[in-house]
């Protein structure tokens, strides 16, 4: 099944993505390092949709496709929200909890509207931050992000 038929168009700027899509499909079907993705347009533009195809088509497609809105984490949940925490973390961390990465590994975590998080650089330092549970930093899903607007995140 050719999941990119999901993405229907015949317009020159949908086959030209398309393209990039088989692309991108081409250079990681064999990787061991899959580069983070950033799909960039105007809301209603199908990024959600190219995040899906993406997945499911790509190495990954096997694995979770695990779907975040970024903008609907508060602030101080981030850390806890995105790489969990270990019994003992905080006075109420009775249990372990497993972070949005952690139930991503093996597959793909779409960090969707990532403009939106309270605080976006987060999430490339806390990746190394001391406090960020040990399973998640192990954890090593694809990362697909996207914005409605230019990002440098
Ligand atoms: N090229 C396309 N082919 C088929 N459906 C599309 C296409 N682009 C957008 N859609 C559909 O339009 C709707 C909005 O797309 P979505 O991926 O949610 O956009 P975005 O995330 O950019 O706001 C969804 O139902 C999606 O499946
Ligand atoms: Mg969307």
């Known amino acids: ?3 990119l038929g999901d993405l229907l168009g015949q317009a020159s700027s949908i086959v030209a993505l398309r393209e990039q899509i088989r692309q991108i499909l081409a250079r990681t079907s064999h990787a061991h390092w899959l580069p983070p993705l950033l799909l960039q347009g105007e809301t209603g533009t199908g990024k959600n949709l190219v995040a ?3 997945h ?3 190495p990954r497609g096997a694995g979770p496709f695990v779907d975040v809105n970024c903008a609907a ?6 850390e806890a ?3 969990g925490f270990e019994r003992g973390a ?8 497993a972070g949005l990465f ?3 590994n093996g597959g793909t975590i779409f960090l969707d509207e990532i403009a939106l998080l ?5 999430c490339r330092s806390s990746r190394n931050a001391p406090s960020a549970a040990s399973a998640a930093r192990a954890a090593n899903p694809w990362m697909c992000r996207s914005s409605r607007r230019p990002t440098r995140i």
Do not use: C, N, W, Y
């Open 1 to 3: 099944m050719d999941v």
């Open 52 to 54: 899906h195809v993406i």
């Open 56 to 58: 499911r088509a790509g």
């Open 73 to 78: 984490i508060p602030d101080g949940l981030l």
């Open 81 to 83: 929200e995105l790489f």
């Open 90 to 97: 905080f006075t109420d961390a009775r249990q372990p909890k």
């Open 102 to 104: 952690q139930r991503a």
């Open 118 to 122: 309270a605080d976006p650089s987060f």
